[in-house]
């Protein structure tokens, strides 16, 4: 079974389960050029877990949310490879779609700290 599937999983067995009308994931990779488009060797990943901790309580303190689950890899990653899996839950796609998009544009921002290995 995949991490993803792991997760989804996780979030099924919540006792507040019966609460939740959609489950939003989001599966980051590396990526084999920057955004400014130079060819990318892979990225070395860092992450601070007391801002990822915080940043979980946040996302699961809004209205609506159920839970938040996040897996994020550390080091050096290869082109292609997973870095991060965020899984929220929630009632209604008003509520859920901006949690995981707040959730991911927090983490790119606060939580991680990446360096492209520039071919």
Known sequence: MSILSK????IKNNPEYEKVGMILCHNGVVR???K???KVKGLK??????????LINRIKNKPGITDVLVDIREGK?????????VV????IRE??????KEAVNSIKSDVLKKEEEIS
Do not use: C, H, Q, W
Not at 45 to 54: A, P
Not at 77 to 85: R, S, Y
Not at 88 to 91: K, L, N, P, Q, V
Not at 95 to 100: H, I
């Open 45 to 54: 990943v860092k992450l601070d877990k007391t801002k990822l901790i915080n």
């Open 32 to 34: 084999g050029y920057s």
């Open 7 to 10: 997760m989804v999983e996780t």
């Open 95 to 100: 509520n859920v779609f901006p949690a995981l």
């Open 36 to 38: 400014d488009g130079r």
């Open 77 to 85: 990653l290869k082109i292609g490879e997973d870095i991060m899996f």
């Open 88 to 91: 929220i839950a929630g009632d």
